[in-house]
């Protein structure tokens, strides 16, 4: 079955770096779009990056454009979150998703078709 292992979260504090990855099994990952949301308690799941299938293409969230990369090594099925300069805000569970509709811009959680990982929470502390 298809499965996705998010790993690399914890604690940190402000201005710190993180790097997450999402390990992708079950699915031929190389023709995946992959992304990341994340939730914060009592918030909505929000959109954060998103990458193509061959990598050529990223989209960003406005609130970490500039601080977070998304990336993939589509010979070891992982998409990767660098996260540099967090905040406080940043905190979060935080989700690797894959889908292979057309990926044009940030995307929805409300209207995802696609395969969820279970989450790894971040937290970033003062």
């Known amino acids: 079955q298809v499965q996705l292992v998010e790993s690399g979260g914890g604690l940190v504090q402000v201005e710190d770096s993180l790097r997450l990855s999402c390990a992708v099994s079950?699915?031929?990952?190389?023709?995946?779009?992959m992304a990341w949301f994340r939730q914060a308690p009592g918030k909505e799941r929000e959109f954060v990056a998103a990458t193509s299938w061959s990598g050529g293409r990223q989209y960003y969230a406005d609130s970490v454009k500039g601080r977070f990369t998304i990336s993939r090594d589509n010979a070891k099925n992982t998409v990767y979150l660098q996260m540099n300069s967090l905040k406080r805000e940043d905190t979060a569970v935080y989700y690797c998703a894959a889908h292979n509709t057309p990926l044009t811009g940030a995307l929805d959680s409300r209207n995802f078709v696609g395969f969820w990982g279970q989450g790894t929470q971040v937290t970033v502390s003062s």
């Open positions: 079950g699915l031929t990952f190389s023709v995946y779009n």
